[in-house]
T-cell receptor, first 113, second 114 residues
């Protein structure tokens, strides 16, 4: 089975722009979660989608949003980028969420200049 | 959510066993103990999990204290490839927290020396 894929792997944007990141989960997985990883804050949960519905949300501003499509693929969007949004964004998929094993992608490295 | 406490860093020699401790004194009866690790430049990967009994798989062993307030991840023979950040995470199977959300602490950075 193919693993979780994320595109693009690297991205450079400037302040004020917006960005969309994509995640394709493992085939058959219906839960997709997103995380932000920075040196200062570590790994922080952004949100989780299950069957096209947001099931859980972390403590991030409304500039961070996401969605999930009927094929379970997910996108996250960050609007009005700030320097502090520079981070590794990781996507994880699992069968049903809950306490299933989470399978992570390699991440998208976003740099905001 | 119950918290875990891990040492910031540990060192090991290659081919020797490694014991990575985790304290979780506020663990509830429905919390599973999960371990993930993150190799350099990769996303985290699942290692092992358990509830009460000790667990073994091809990657590692998990020893859980009788009172469940602490646990130890055991790598039987460390290799250079095991150098990573190891995260101990509690996952509640009950109620509204029953989602895919993982709460990561700072983890333990394991260095393996040749």
């Amino acid at each position: 089975k193919a693993g979780v894929t994320q595109t693009p792997r690297y991205l450079i944007k400037t302040r004020g722009q917006q960005v969309t990141l994509s995640c394709s989960p493992i085939s058959g997985h219906r839960s997709v979660s997103w995380y932000q990883q920075t040196p200062g804050q570590g790994l922080q949960f952004l949100f989780e989608y299950f069957s096209e519905t947001q099931r859980n949300k972390g403590n991030f501003p409304g500039r961070f949003s996401g969605r999930q499509f009927s094929n379970s693929r997910s996108e996250m969007n960050v609007s009005t980028l700030e320097l502090g949004d520079s981070a590794l964004y990781l996507c994880a998929s699992s069968l049903l969420g809950k306490t299933d094993t989470q399978y992570f992608g390699p991440g998208t490295r976003l740099t905001v200049l | 959510d119950a918290k875990t406490t891990q040492p910031n860093s540990m060192e090991s020699n290659e081919e020797e066993p490694v014991h990575l401790p985790c304290n979780h004194s506020t663990i509830s009866g429905t919390d599973y103990i999960h371990w993930y690790r993150q190799l350099p430049s990769q996303g985290p990967e699942y290692v092992i999990h358990g509830l009460t009994s000790n667990v073994n798989n091809r990657m590692a062993s998990l020893a859980i204290a009788e009172d469940r307030k602490s646990s130890t991840l055991i790598l039987h023979r460390a290799t250079l490839r095991d150098a990573a950040v190891y995260y101990c995470i509690l996952r509640d199977v009950a109620g509204s927290s029953n989602t895919g959300k993982l709460i990561f602490g700072q983890g333990t950075t394991l260095q393996v020396k040749p």
